[in-house]
């Protein structure tokens, strides 16, 4: 059995795998013949029915790999970029991300243990993700996690299943008439939700929504006597409705200043209100609601309010500028462990926190905030990016903005390589699936003469005298050469490394502290109960405050490409030095 990837991944099915059997003819047990070779392409997303996110959360993932350890599945995989040129081949130790590099022992030994195709149960710590700021990956989160490892049977590819420490219990609803009531699902899209239901394997062959208006039928096929269903999943998913359907989350829009509200529930139904899609179908294709980052950061901080920049919402919005969206993990405590029934998220006009971030006042009641001209204040979250400002510019933009970029002294002086206690820390992350445009550069037809290899070892091993004359040919022609067509150029895709950096608080627990430096004073303090930081700081001093920016979205790993190039190059200059050898000796011999 092997892995490909092939043209399929353009019509949206990602990774595909072909199991492949011998077919024999069997009909004379004295003559058993081989007919033929049967295969079958299946997409790795079928793995994921070996995982139930309803019971283990956002986080969790699956990991398969084939006996070379060359990963198939995994979520930092990436299956549908660059279908002209062949994607390259990632191991399970690029795709693990790690808090350190003392971590990579473990990972390794995870390695060893799925070639050997071992069935065990170990949890690593320090491990994490790296997650996503509108088209970079710009944020990371560490935590314990536990792996279970299996040898997927006659086949030569093994199955990990990545589970985080952090959903501790799950909810077993029991079947009753209420529950049971597909009505209450469907009432939410008479009431004006955008409904979508996770992609999960509630029933075999039965769920497959498409658009809500045919909401009703499925839902009424899933839950019908003839249906296969997982009965703890549907009763889940239809208690999950009539929560919603009594919390009236509609009323919270235009509340004070709320322009959206939306709810994603660990039983595997998302609602938003207002709809973003006026097409059925886009609301369906956009509904995975469990694999936003947002969400996915509220259950990692389930005590903290995550507040993010909506930078999709001018795609299916009449909004002008940016909006901040506020995640909240809905969290409560079962038998003594706590359950996280959902993520609730509301989006809100910016200018509400940056009437708040002006109000700010001292002891003395004096405003802080109130005039950018004499200070500047900033409310960050844990990645450093802008989520409210208190410049009187309309025009500023930059909310949503990596405070490295907009004022890198101010960001030098809450992040410190050489300090541990420094406000910041930093991951470092190297993408192996990066694309790259390289140039490239034609000589004029005239000029490039030189034969290759190939040709003066077979001109030599034909001929020796003839060779040694073509090759004194070839080499004055190209010397003198000389023509009037001009240089052509292009630019083509490739596949190369990159690195990116996410920044992450140290101890979001301290982070109140005054910093001097770079002829500034900077005022840092925790906005409790978010994943916010206060900054109040000086103006920079334009003699004394310029640094070097510090890195953060992906750049590509030169250093790196010219090694794999030289490398290359080392290669292609052995074999030709083989060759040529391989040419002297036969002359030798003949």
Not at 458 to 474: E, P, Q, R, V
Request: charged share 20%.
């Amino acid at each position: 059995m092997q892995s490909i990837r092939a043209a399929a991944y353009q019509k949206g099915l990602g990774m595909l795998m072909t199991l492949t059997m011998p077919v024999f003819n069997r009909t004379d047990p004295n003559n058993v013949t081989l007919l033929g070779v049967m295969g079958v392409d299946v997409a790795a997303e079928e793995f994921n029915k070996f995982i139930s996110f309803r019971e283990l959360g956002p986080l969790s993932y699956v990991i398969v790999v084939n006996h070379n350890g060359f990963v198939v599945k995994h979520p930092l995989l990436k299956t549908q970029e660059l279908w002209d040129i062949e994607p390259p081949s990632i191991d399970i130790l690029d795709v693990e991300v790690v808090k350190n590099d003392d971590v990579l022992d473990e990972i390794n030994w995870l390695r060893d243990e799925l070639l050997d195709g071992n069935t065990i149960s170990r949890v690593i710590a320090d491990v994490g993700t790296v997650l996503k700021n509108g088209d970079n990956d710009a944020y990371f989160i560490s935590y314990s996690q536990k792996y279970f490892t299996a040898d997927i049977k006659k086949t030569r590819y093994r199955l990990a299943i990545a589970n985080p420490e952090i959903v501790s219990s799950v909810l077993k609803v029991n079947g009753t008439s209420i529950v049971r009531n597909v009505s209450t699902l469907t009432a939410l899209v008479n009431e004006g939700y955008e409904v979508t239901i996770s992609k999960w394997n509630y029933c075999e062959g039965v769920l497959k929504l498409t658009n809500q208006s045919s909401l009703q039928q499925n839902l009424t096929d899933l839950v019908s006597e003839n249906a296969t269903c997982n009965d703890d999943m549907i009763n889940h998913l239809l208690w999950d409705a009539s929560i919603i359907h009594a919390s009236n989350l509609t009323s919270l829009v235009n509340n004070t200043g709320i322009e959206a509200v939306s709810l994603t529930t660990a039983g595997g139904i998302s609602v938003v209100y207002p709809p973003r899609f006026d097409d059925d179908e886009e609301a369906f294709k956009f509904g995975d609601h469990y694999s936003n980052p947002a969400t996915k950061r509220a259950f990692a901080n389930r005590e903290e309010f995550i507040y993010t920049v909506d930078y999709a919402r001018d795609q299916y919005g009449d909004y002008s500028g940016p909006a901040i969206s506020i995640f909240k993990a809905l969290t409560e405590v079962v038998d003594d462990r706590p359950y996280i029934f959902g993520v609730l998220g509301i989006t809100i006009n910016n200018t509400l926190l940056t009437e708040n971030l002006r109000a700010v006042k001292d002891e003395f009641g004096s405003g802080i905030c109130d005039s950018f001209f004499d200070k500047i204040c900033l409310l960050l979250d844990e990645g450093g990016f802008i989520i409210a400002e208190n410049s009187e510019d309309e025009g500023s933009n930059l909310i949503g903005q990596w405070l490295g970029k907009v004022d890198p002294s101010l960001m030098h002086l809450l992040f410190n390589d050489s300090d541990e206690s420094s406000i910041y820390g930093r991951h470092k992350f190297f993408d192996y699936q990066a694309t790259c445009i390289f140039t490239w550069r034609e000589q004029p037809s005239s000029a490039s003469r030189l034969p290759s290899i190939g040709q003066i070892a077979d001109l030599l091993l034909t001929h020796l005298t003839t060779g040694i004359a073509f090759l004194y040919n070839s080499l004055l022609y190209t010397e003198g050469a000389s023509s009037e067509e001009p240089l052509k150029y292009g630019e083509e895709y490739q596949t190369c490394t990159k690195i990116s950096y996410q920044y992450y608080y140290n101890d979001k627990d301290n982070l109140a502290r005054e910093i001097s430096g770079c002829g500034r004073d900077v005022q840092t303090v925790k906005v409790e109960g978010t994943n916010m930081m206060m900054v109040i700081a000086d103006h920079p001093q334009k003699d004394t405050c310029e640094g070097i920016t510090l890195p953060q979205e992906p750049v590509e790993n030169i250093l790196l490409h010219s090694l794999l190039v030289e490398c290359k190059s080392y290669v292609g200059l052995f074999a030709a030095k083989l060759r040529f050898n391989f040419v002297i000796s036969s002359l030798q011999t003949n």
